[in-house]
């Protein structure tokens, strides 16, 4: 468990953190999302103290990380960087394995540990072992990247924007990656992106940020309803307006009149465009059967009350 | 020319082996104390941004002084030889070295930074196995450009004593000799390119192989240096001489005469060693112990309120070394015979052409006479500067090297020059000299001149160099000189069959 505890980080020209106060339990996929300025990556960078807060304690598992043993807190946390960082002149091995140099495991225990974790993200270990990172695609070095924070296996792996510099399919397939091996390991992953989407898409839980200070925390689908404020609201929105809504939704906004006995004429996960349609055709109104085993009667003013509400 | 380069190759192997040895030992050695200074200073630096801008303008500023001038300033302070060579050196590539080493190590990305850093890797670790290597491409390209430019002005070291290749292209300059000069400058370009690119193999060798090449290479010098060092007998005696094939060869005869007798002893002879002043503060810094000096320059410039020179020969050298004496402690040994005095020569076609017979004759000349003098001759108050009031003459002076100022005669850009009774030249170039019929120039007779200390402690020495006294005469010397300086002879052997004809030594 990750405490952050009134941290404040105060630079000369502005406040980067305000106070933070925040816990980030075991075992889960961490995300903290936020605009730039929001102060996320200098919450994650405290972690490992890359980054010491003016004020306030962090603690992991209930013991302050300023009291610890510097190196060692490093060297039991994982870490992948924005820009990847592989080192160029060392090859992928002995990228994977520098932290356990550091902790003097033999050459061939470093080897195997390098064999296994290149076989986890699907990379074969004969081919890519010796090669130097120059030598491999933007996609493969941040799956480098990534098995090289697992190494020494931390229970604690800090992701900073890791994928913002990749292409769409390339994110992509990197966040089913880190969602794989999340469940596989357990690990504790704190995760820092300005995407919202991706933040969706991998929170199990999310803190929402915005100049120093938490917004809102919860798990994706809490937040996606239930905004808190008007903030988080309009940071999902884009996100909100692209998912194509259903008559789910509709209902999920507490629309339509509760009817008896009537024969269905459209499906919960019709579109709004078919919706729309059926209403061109039967003006009076259309019935849906909801999850409670109820009937639904919706009009053309739902829908346009619907559309009012969340837009197009 | 091809020829004249052949024959030096053959004759002369051994010398341009040692030459080019003791040009390798100043250039590495330098080097390598400027890279044990440089690397680690930017190494530490990199934490410390404004000492280093700091640092870098000093370096800078070292690197646009000129190398003579600092070798120079040098002097009075550590003397003369290695080691202020050594220095110079040294300060000249602190700058390459530096700079590339605090460049290559402050340009490493900041995120490849951030990584070792949050990977929890000692401060050791991060240099060793991620910023040094990084920084290597640029360190070796300082390490080369530094080695190139040492190996270069190393050539200068010649001036100071320190020997190396510089030795022939001072010689060549000096003895016209351009075969010379060409087989010392290129032997020095070549030992320029062949280091740079064994540098430049050993930079495309991983760190850790670069690091064990190194130390094989630092162990193997530290022993080659700590067995010289060890191997040298209790008794060595140096003596050096002027720039010339005269001191040249009167040198290789005192180190004959003094293993004659004590051949156990080391004796090294410095030949080229430098000018007066320098040959005579190295002898009262004890850097050398003997070198043959002219009467004439001792009381023209070395004693302190030189006198008006006598013309007797005697009174000349008696007054030189009861000055000596007095004024430094040293010891003047007894004259050679022949007399090596400044004279005046000009072209057997002027002197026919103008009828000029004596120096009176050229100052009556109506038309603009050119000169060429070689620099002492030129500044001195024995030299041209007296010589002007004395003769009342009006000639356009130039400055020029001794060896060119022949040639420029020969080839009839000048109309006069100066020149030594004993130039070999004076025949080659069929000149006259002019008679100094106003008795200007002083009697200059050649003696081993040395430390009182010296003499009282080494009889034997001073036994062994008195027996040229009085011997050579000037036409002899005249042969000797061209021997080495025309027929390429090298000085030593000329020096030795001399000796033995004369029944000097015994053989």
Not at chain 2, 277 to 305: C, R, W
Not at chain 2, 375 to 383: A, L, T, W
Not at chain 2, 397 to 413: H, Q, T
């Amino acid at each position: 468990m990750i405490e952050f505890e009134e941290v404040t980080k105060q630079y000369e020209q502005s406040l980067a953190l305000d106070g933070l106060t925040l816990t980030i339990p075991d075992n889960v996929l961490f995300v903290l999302v936020g605009p730039s300025g929001s102060g996320k990556t200098t919450a994650i960078k405290m972690i490992n103290r890359l980054i010491e807060p003016t004020s306030g304690v962090i603690k992991i598992d209930g013991q302050p990380i300023n009291q610890m043993d510097l190196q060692t807190l490093r060297l039991n946390i994982g870490y992948v960087l924005q820009n990847i960082a592989l080192f160029p002149h060392l090859t992928i091995e002995e990228n994977i394995t520098i932290q356990l140099e550091v902790l003097k495991w033999t050459k061939a225990d470093r080897q195997k540990r390098a064999r296994e974790l290149l076989a986890m993200v699907h990379l074969d270990p004969d081919q890519y072992a010796s090669r130097y990172p120059s030598e491999l695609s933007g996609g493969q070095q941040q799956r480098i990247g990534i098995i090289r924070a697992l190494a020494t296996s931390p229970k604690v792996i800090l992701m900073d924007e890791p994928f913002s510099a990749l292409d769409p399919v390339t994110r992509t397939q990197l966040q089913d990656l880190v969602l794989s091996l999340q469940k596989q390991l357990h690990n504790t992953i704190v995760f820092v992106t300005h995407d919202m989407k991706e933040a969706l898409r991998l929170g199990d839980e999310i803190a929402v940020m915005r100049q120093g200070s938490i917004q809102q925390v919860g798990t994706a689908k809490a937040i996606f309803n239930q905004p808190k404020n008007e903030f988080v609201r309009e940071f999902f929105d884009i996100e909100r307006q692209q998912a194509t809504l259903t008559v789910e939704d509709l209902l999920a906004a507490d629309l339509g009149t509760v009817v008896n006995g009537q024969p269905t004429t459209i499906t919960m996960s019709a579109t709004l465009a078919e919706l729309a349609q059926q209403l061109v055709v039967h003006p009076e109104g259309v019935v849906v059967a909801t999850d409670d085993q109820g009937q639904r009667q919706l009009t053309m003013t739902d829908l346009t009350t619907l559309i009012a509400k969340r837009g197009l | 020319m091809m020829q004249q380069i052949e024959q030096i190759l053959t004759t002369q192997s051994g010398e341009l082996l040692q030459a080019l040895g003791q040009h390798l030992e100043i250039s590495l050695l330098a080097l390598l104390i400027a890279a044990a200074i440089g690397v680690p200073l930017a190494i530490v630096l990199t934490t410390h941004q404004k000492l280093a801008e700091t640092m870098l303008q000093v370096t800078s500023v070292l690197q646009t002084i000129p190398s003579l001038a600092l070798l120079g300033l040098l002097i009075p302070l550590v003397g003369i030889g290695t080691i202020p060579a050594v220095i110079t050196l040294v300060l000249y590539a602190l700058m390459p070295i530096f700079q590339n080493t605090y460049t290559g190590l402050i340009g490493i990305d900041p995120a490849l930074k951030e990584a070792e850093v949050a990977f929890g890797l000692p401060r050791t670790k991060r240099l060793l196995r991620i910023e040094l290597p990084l920084a290597m491409p640029l360190i070796i390209s300082g390490l080369r450009i530094a080695l190139v430019m040492i190996i270069g002005t190393a050539t200068l070291a010649a001036l100071i004593g320190a020997g190396g290749l510089g030795t022939f292209i001072l010689v060549g300059i000096q003895s016209n000799n351009n075969a010379l000069l060409l087989v010392g400058a290129t032997l020095s370009a070549v030992l320029a390119l062949v280091v740079s690119a064994l540098i430049r193999w050993l930079g495309t060798l991983s760190f850790k192989k670069i690091t064990v090449s190194l130390a094989i290479f630092v162990g193997l010098f530290g022993v080659i240096e700590g067995v010289t060092r060890f191997q040298a007998p209790q008794t060595t005696i140096t003596i050096a001489g002027k720039l010339g094939s005269e001191p040249d060869i009167l040198m290789n005869m005192y180190r004959d005469l003094i293993l004659e007798d004590q051949p156990n002893y080391k004796v090294t002879v410095k030949p080229n060693f430098g000018g007066t002043t320098f040959l005579f503060n190295a002898l009262q810094a004890d850097k050398i112990d003997i070198y043959p000096e002219f009467t004439g320059t001792v009381l023209q410039t070395l004693v302190k309120s030189p006198t008006k020179t006598n013309q007797n020969p005697t009174k000349t050298y008696q007054l030189a070394k009861k000055s000596l004496q007095e004024q430094f402690n040293m010891t003047y040994l007894a004259p050679m015979r022949y007399q090596n005095g400044y004279d005046l020569a000009v072209s057997a076609a002027f002197a026919q052409k103008y009828n000029v017979k004596t120096i009176s004759d050229l100052a009556t000349l109506k038309q603009p006479i050119t000169a060429g003098f070689d620099p002492d001759f030129y500044h001195q108050k024995d030299g041209y500067q007296g010589l002007k009031d004395t003769y009342q003459l009006n000639l356009n002076a130039k400055i020029m090297e001794p060896s060119i100022r022949y040639k420029a005669i020969a080839d009839g850009k000048v109309d006069v020059v100066d020149g030594y009774t004993t130039d070999a030249e004076v025949a080659r170039y069929k000149l006259v000299v002019l008679e100094d019929d106003r008795h200007f120039f002083p009697p200059y007779q050649g003696a081993p001149i040395m430390k009182a200390d010296f003499a009282k402690a080494h009889p034997e020495v001073v036994k062994a160099l008195n027996r040229l006294a009085g011997q050579i005469t000037e036409s002899q010397m005249q042969e000797m000189n061209y021997q080495v300086q025309v027929k390429h002879r090298k000085a030593r052997d000329v020096a030795h069959d001399y000796l033995v004809k004369q029944q000097l030594i015994s053989k």
